[in-house]
T-cell receptor
Framework: DARVTQTPRDKVTEMGQEVTMRCQPILGHNTVFWYRQTMMQGLELLAYFRNRAPLDDSGMPKDRFSAEMPDATLATLKIQPSEPRDSAVYFCASGLDRLKTNNYGYTFGSGTRLTVV | SQKIEQNSEALNIQEGKTATLTCNYT??????LQWYRQDPGRGPVFLLL?????KEKRKERLKVTFDTTLKQSLFHITASQPADSATYLCALDIRQSGGFKTIFGAGTRLFVKA
């Protein structure tokens, strides 16, 4: 089965450090989402891309977060500087956009568990 | 304000019964509504998608209804099994310029007892 691959699986870092999370979407998928999940807030949409172009990053704290898709096989989410409140599980998901299919949902990766101390 | 509400209390049912989970939303007009399953330590897994012009959709033991007037979706699992125990998330696909953004409810935990 095709998978969305996220790295690293776990990351512990000190406050103030830069964190980069990576996602390899499923080949052929043209829509990529970044979500953050915490017990308190649930799954929050941070940003999403269609055909590598950012469509909405309104859920992201702009001063410290950035999301990019340098090519169709890689999406990155960067936090600089990181803060303890950024501790969460970050998920990437990919799929075909609704113009291509309206029968299927999205495939999630296993997530990156980030702990900022 | 815009909200997606799922029952925050866990749902406990006996094996073999039908589980019914609710998703209500306010101040959204979703083009599609999706349901996902999430197990501890894993990412959500897609189950079903229903369009705004559809009333009901079925897949094996799963059934989803979508009432855009009530702004509500119901998710049913018939003949439930202990393996169905998980958190179930509803998600709305919202039209915006260039595409659709997908936003999630907080989920409802389901426990199926043998």
């Amino acid at each position: 089965d095709a998978r969305v691959t996220q790295t690293p699986r776990d990351k512990v870092t000190e406050m103030g450090q830069e964190v980069t999370m990576r996602c390899q979407p499923i080949l052929g998928h043209n829509t990529v989402f970044w979500y953050r999940q915490t017990m308190m807030q649930g799954l929050e949409l941070l940003a999403y891309f269609r055909n590598r172009a950012p469509l909405d990053d309104s859920g992201m704290p702009k001063d410290r977060f950035s999301a990019e898709m340098p090519d169709a096989t890689l999406a990155t989410l960067k936090i600089q500087p990181s803060e303890p409140r950024d501790s969460a599980v970050y998920f990437c998901a990919s799929g075909l956009d609704r113009l291509k299919t309206n029968n299927y949902g999205y495939t999630f990766g296993s997530g990156t568990r980030l702990t900022v101390v | 304000s815009q909200k997606i509400e799922q029952n925050s209390e866990a749902l406990n049912i006996q094996e073999g019964k039908t589980a019914t989970l609710t998703c209500n939303y306010t101040n959204y007009s979703p083009a599609y509504l999706q349901w996902y399953r999430q197990d501890p330590g894993r990412g959500p897994v897609f189950l079903l998608l229903i369009r705004e012009n559809e009333k009901e959709k079925r897949k094996e033991r799963l059934k989803v209804t979508f009432d855009t007037t009530l702004k509500q979706s119901l998710f049913h699992i018939t003949a439930s099994q202990p393996a169905d125990s998980a958190t179930y998330l509803c998600a709305l696909d919202i039209r915006q310029s260039g595409g659709f953004k997908t936003i999630f409810g907080a989920g409802t935990r389901l426990f199926v007892k043998a």
